[in-house]
T-cell receptor, first 109, second 114 residues
Framework: GIQVEQSPPDLILQEGANSTLRCNFS?????LQWFHQNPWGQLINLFY???GTKQNGRLSATTVATERYSLLYISSSQTTDSGVYFC???????????FGTGTRLKVLA | DSGVTQTPKHLITATGQRVTLRCSPR?????VYWYQQSLDQGLQFLIQ???????AKGNILERFSAQQFPDLHSELNLSSLELGDSALYFC?????????????FGQGTRLTVV
């Protein structure tokens, strides 16, 4: 099956700093999403981004499907950005997401 | 708010017991997916229903079962509970029959088995 690796596994930032999270996947996919799991456990949709670039406020994401990776950029980080960031991928015609192991982010005030 | 509603938010029960988790998908979504998130296994796919029919099974134990009703809400039944079943259980919904559209996750049900 597809392997999904996320890096770095852990990240500590000062408020206001920028960061880049990476998701590598081992096979071609036609579906990719980024999620933020907040400290209360909720999984929040950030981006649906099988390919291309999207931006939403301080967050943006880029997926290069042909090279099998996706990047999530967080600018001017805030303490509320803390939590775990997951990418999830799916192959065409399949019925499930494969989740990466996540990047645990802590933003310090 | 994702539009996917899960109840209850928290559940504490004893080993050997049976519980039912409920999920209402986003309006218009026909697919419902169940995932389990435990500390040692990460997020694992359990089962998927599309318009009332089971479409795919993942790592779902025989003690677990699910169904999707005509109004499209879904229930996940967990029986003969063990300590290791303690986890966050998520429901997700999407419009398509498979993972070719965006999926939206509910807030999860945190199950603690004591």
């Amino acid at each position: 099956g597809i392997q999904v690796e996320q890096s770095p596994p852990d990240l500590i930032l000062q408020e206001g700093a920028n960061s880049t999270l990476r998701c590598n996947f081992s096979d071609s996919v036609n579906n990719l999403q980024w999620f933020h799991q907040n400290p209360w456990g909720q999984l929040i949709n950030l981006f649906y981004i099988p390919s291309g670039t999207k931006q939403n406020g301080r967050l943006s994401a880029t997926t290069v499907a042909t090279e099998r990776y996706s990047l999530l950029y967080i600018s001017s980080s805030q303490t509320t950005d803390s939590g775990v960031y997951f990418c999830a991928v799916a192959r065409s015609g399949t019925y499930k997401y494969i989740f990466g192991t996540g990047t645990r982010l802590k933003v310090l005030a | 708010d994702s539009g996917v509603t899960q109840t209850p938010k928290h559940l504490i029960t004893a080993t050997g017991q049976r519980v039912t988790l409920r999920c209402s998908p986003r309006s218009g979504d026909l697919s419902v997916y169940w995932y389990q998130q435990s500390l040692d296994q990460g997020l694992q796919f359990l089962i998927q229903y599309y318009n009332g029919e089971e479409r795919a099974k993942g790592n779902i134990l025989e003690r677990f079962s699910a169904q999707q009703f005509p109004d499209l809400h879904s229930e996940l039944n967990l029986s003969s509970l063990e300590l290791g079943d303690s986890a966050l259980y998520f429901c997700a919904s999407s419009s398509g029959v498979n993972m070719n559209t965006e999926a939206f996750f509910g807030q999860g049900t945190r199950l603690t088995v004591v």
